[in-house]
């Protein structure tokens, strides 16, 4: 085989390995999604963030607006500091807006929604969300679910019989 | 008792010289001053020859595996009614693990043997003595070529594999099995990370390209002269670089997922 149709070969070996390496970066992983592009931060305190992570989508109506950048505790409020990072293309969100975790369906992962207020004024790179909404726990809603059937029961059994002190 | 300690100390003896003749030689071929580029067809060469021609083996495994990731995957999600999901467990598991150790094990095999067996059969044809006696260091114009090659091709085919490795469980599971192709390839996005996941997929295989290739290179050039020795060396190099590389994959991911 000559020099010319081994180079040629190789070359086409070269391309094949680059196209499948742009494939890899933009059909199968995320390189394309909010990497480095315009965004800006904006605070937010949690009471309790559930099992949120970072890298977690914040979306405005179900539409990802931009993600989790970090997540610490405020050492005086023992409240979770969560930093939103927003693309930029989502920048007349109004300052009064309401930030709440909730979970992708019912065992998927957590995500932060902002439901838009109504203040003209926008939010703006250091800027913090004041009205929030925590993380629901599964378990203690099942708790406080446990315990406000166990007092209908017992109010039940009060009028009825004295058995209240059973249940 | 004492003949047993001599033989421990005979054999981790002859594995350190053995490491050390083995290091002296790496060093040798690839540290010396880059010359003009008239070696750059050496070079083509030997990419044809463990690159290009690797590449029906690579490609051909590559859509099995990839199909059959895709069909166990498949069938185990659908328990949990999550066949949604599939895109991500091949992605991931193709990049992570699968692309690089399978294709570092098909290239020793391929790839690796083949160097093995050139470069003993010169050495027992006594080409490599001729070439001294000529004034032509072969270290340079055989050694340091297909090492060379060898490093390079290795990434390269790892890539090619797992794109199509993806492409055959996109196959089996979205155009065979119905799974939906939306969900099968914005799940595989939003999971996969370029850098963790792709890029150190690719390092790992430049690792595993290394070590093949100069065991390849080394064994070749250090077997016995003879039809007997080129035989047990080629062997030694395809035993050795697969253990080699499962170990060390082992190692590599350990110091990967430890955010190193």
Redo the contacts between chains.
């Keep these: 085989m000559g020099q010319k149709s081994i180079e040629t070969l190789v070359g086409f070996f070269i391309l094949l390995a680059i196209a499948g390496l742009v494939m890899l970066a933009f059909q199968v992983s995320n390189l394309t999604t909010y990497q480095g592009s315009d965004t800006y931060d904006v605070k937010a305190q949690f009471d309790n963030i559930g099992d949120l992570k970072v890298r977690a989508p914040v979306t405005v109506a179900g539409v990802k607006v931009g993600q989790v950048a970090s997540i610490s505790l405020d050492p005086k409020n023992y409240r979770a500091t969560v930093t939103l990072r927003l693309d930029r293309s989502a920048n007349n969100i109004p300052n009064d807006s309401s930030a709440s975790i909730l979970t992708a369906g019912l065992l998927g992962s957590n995500y932060i929604s902002l439901a838009p207020g109504f203040a003209e004024q926008f939010l703006k790179s250091g800027d913090s969300i004041s009205e929030t909404h925590s993380a629901i726990i599964l378990e203690q809603m099942i708790g406080q679910l446990l315990f406000s059937v166990n007092k209908d029961k017992s109010a039940d059994t009060d009028s009825g019989t004295n058995d209240a002190s059973k249940s | 008792m004492i003949a047993f300690v001599q033989r421990v100390g005979r054999v981790g003896l002859s594995i350190c010289t053995e490491l050390g003749s083995a290091s002296f030689f790496l060093s040798k071929s690839v540290w010396r001053k880059p010359r003009s580029g008239q070696k750059l067809?050496l070079l083509?060469?030997t990419?044809?020859n463990s690159?290009?021609l690797s590449?029906p083996i690579i490609i051909v495994s590559a859509l099995f595996i990839g199909m059959v990731v895709g069909l166990q995957g498949f069938n185990i999600l659908n328990k949990f009614s999550v066949t949604s999901e599939l895109g991500q467990m091949v992605?991931l598991s193709v990049?992570r693990e699968l692309g690089p150790v399978v294709t570092a094990l098909l290239f020793a095999g391929r790839a690796g043997s083949a160097l093995t067996a050139e470069i003993g059969l010169m050495k027992a044809t006594e080409q490599l003595d001729a070439m001294e006696m000529m004034g032509v260091d072969p270290l340079g114009r055989i050694m340091l070529p297909r090492l060379l090659g060898g490093f390079i091709?290795l990434?390269?085919?790892t890539?090619?594999f797992?794109?199509?490795a993806?492409w055959g469980g996109d196959l089996i599971g979205v155009r065979w099995l119905g799974v939906d192709a939306g969900a099968f390839?914005s799940n595989?996005?939003?999971s996969?990370?370029?850098r963790l996941?792709?890029i150190n997929g690719i390092i790992k295989s430049a690792v595993f390209g290394v070590v093949i290739t100069w065991m390849a290179v080394y064994q070749g050039a250090s077997a016995i002269p003879t039809a007997e020795g080129i035989s047990h060396a080629t062997t030694r190099t395809v035993v050795y670089s697969s253990l080699i590389v499962l170990g060390l994959d082992f190692v590599l991911t350990a110091m990967m997922m430890g955010g190193w």
């Design positions: 067809h083509a060469h990419l044809f690159g290009v590449l992605a990049v091709s990434p390269l085919l890539i090619i797992c794109a199509i993806i390839w595989m996005q939003s996969v990370d370029f996941d792709v």
